[in-house]
Structure formats: C-alpha cells, structure tokens
C-alpha cells in the first residue's frame, strides 16, 4: 500500500505541473490564434482546453483510486480512472467534430493567416506538449494516464504540422496554398484526435463491461489452470478488470475426489500458475469433484438441499 501511495502521489504532481503549463498554452496559444486568424492555433486552443479538463478529471481520479475500499465499495475506487478516461476520450471525439466542421466551413470562406506567429506559438506547443507527454509516458500503463498522454502527444504532433504548414504558407508563393493550408490541417487535427480516442473509449467500455482484458486469451488462461496437476477441467470462468491494470479471475475447476485438507497444494498451483504468466493475483476458485450443468456456458443453479444442510467449498463456507 506504501508503493501503491508513493506512486500516486508522484502521478499527481505530474498531473498539477501537467495543468499547469497546459493552462498557460491554453491562453497563449488563443490570444495568437485570434491575432493571427489562424483556426489551426484556435482548435489548438480549443484542444488543449479539453486537455486541460482531461488533465483535472484524470488528478480528481487518481485520488479516489488512492482511497481504501469500504464495505459499501469493497474494490474501492479502482474504476474511478477508468471512468476518467472514457469521459475524456468521449469528448475529445465532440472536439473532433467541432473542429472538422469549421475547417469545412473555411475551407469555403478562406481567411488570410500570419505564417511566422503560427509557427512561434507552435513551437512553444511542440516543446510544452512534448515535455508534459515525457513526463506522462512513465505512467501510461495506467488507462487513465494513457487517455491524457495520447491528448499530449496528439497535440504535440498536431503542433508540428502547423509548423510545417506555416512554412509552405511563408514559403510557397501560391494562392490555394495559403488559403487552404490552415483549414486542411485542422481537418488532420481532428482525425489524430478521433483517432486516438476511439482505442482509448474501446478499452474503456470494455473494462466497464468487465469484458475479458484485451491482452489476454480466454482459452491460455483455462489451458494453463488445466495444466496444473490434479486440475481434472476448468469451466464458468470469468476474467474481468477491476481496474486499468488490476485483473480478477472467477473459475470453477474439477479436481479428483480427495480429503479437503489434500486441496491447497492445487489451489496454490493455480494461483502461481496465474499470477506468474498474466498477473492475475485476485482469484475466486470453486472446487469440485464431479462436473456441473451448465447452461448457456455458465453453470446452473444447484439442486435446493433440505433446510440447514451445511458444506464447504474450498476456502469457502456455504449454508443452505
């Protein structure tokens, strides 16, 4: 729990120094824009405003993901960043949408541009990006970090080419050139931005549907538990994220019939087994020594016992 603190801690003073500068591009970067007429640095500025949202949302995340669990929140806030992160994927797609839909208008009602303060306040957005995603990179295993370092990189590569186009403007002496340059890459800023967010919405959705985690294979997990000796067939099993990078598993597996106290040698197996090759270290295994019904792939409700019939499942103690 030491690790886990010290680690949010260090993300958050990333994060506030992160919002920091982001904020002080925000206003350079609209202040030029509309002194240059260029809406290339104005959906910059609308962009790192989202940016700046996206920065604060992923800070308020990291501190409920930091918070212990409760029995009213017995995984705790783990998917507080996950949260975060579609919230801020979701809207950098609306951005996109904005952004496209004034570059079309433009493009049919060109609108003169200044080429050198667009490539001034560009570089001041290469160099602030570029050193905000340095500092995010070593945390982007982190879904809701990742969603904030692509809006960083996004935007740091989005800077570079308003400096490449300010250049043709300056140096290319043609009309359509000119005129059309601005608009055309706002058009590619929108389509880094959609397409950044959409893997980010994706993996998201998936985690908020407990779906399987997308690095990993259903049936390697179910071959390497049956793998485990005295492990007869693993079936209902279930593999789901409680977090970004935090996996539980849900099995219920077939041994042979044996005394109770014979089982934890295969149950430490099992656990080995699954943490040393996916990293899955929160598991709820059910034994049993014959198999189950199963129905539509889970397993059906067992038979009602007489009143007070008592047994117990590994690890497990279950009244009827």
Not at 188 to 212: F, Q
């Amino acid at each position: 729990m030491h690790m886990v603190a010290t680690k949010n801690r260090t993300m958050q003073r990333v994060l506030q120094l992160s919002m920091l500068l982001t904020s002080a591009y925000v206003v350079a970067t609209f202040y030029y824009g509309v002194r240059a007429h260029s809406l290339a640095l104005i959906s910059e500025a609308g962009h790192n405003v989202s940016d700046l949202l996206a920065i604060l949302l992923s800070f308020v995340a990291v501190y409920f993901q930091a918070r212990p669990a409760t029995e009213e929140k017995t995984f705790g806030y783990q998917r507080a960043g996950v949260l975060a992160a579609f919230v801020n994927a979701s809207t950098l797609v609306v951005l996109s949408a904005w952004i496209a839909f004034t570059a079309i208008q433009r493009l049919y009602h060109p609108v003169a541009v200044q080429p050198r303060l667009m490539m001034l306040v560009a570089l001041a957005g290469v160099l602030m990006n570029g050193t905000v995603a340095t500092l995010l990179w070593r945390f982007s295993g982190d879904v809701n970090i990742r969603s904030v370092f692509l809006h960083m990189l996004g935007d740091t590569l989005s800077t570079a080419a308003v400096i490449v186009g300010g250049a043709a403007i300056l140096f290319i002496p043609n009309r359509y050139i000119v005129m059309w340059t601005d608009p055309v890459l706002s058009l590619i800023i929108a389509g880094m931005i959609v397409y950044s967010s959409i893997g980010i919405i994706r993996e998201t959705l998936n985690i908020l549907l407990e779906g399987t985690p997308r690095n990993l294979k259903l049936a390697s997990v179910r071959e390497a538990m049956q793998s485990v000796t005295g492990v007869v067939n693993v079936h209902d099993l279930h593999v789901w994220s409680l977090g970004s990078s935090s996996h539980a598993l849900a099995s219920h597996v077939t041994i042979t019939d044996m005394p109770m106290s014979d089982c934890s040698c295969i149950l430490e197996g099992l656990n080995q087994t699954l943490r040393d090759k996916f990293h899955i270290t929160h598991t709820t295994i059910q034994f049993e020594t014959t198999g189950c019904e199963t129905t539509h792939g889970c397993s059906a409700p067992p038979d009602l016992e007489p009143a007070g019939y008592h047994h117990d499942h590994h690890g497990h103690s279950h009244s009827h």
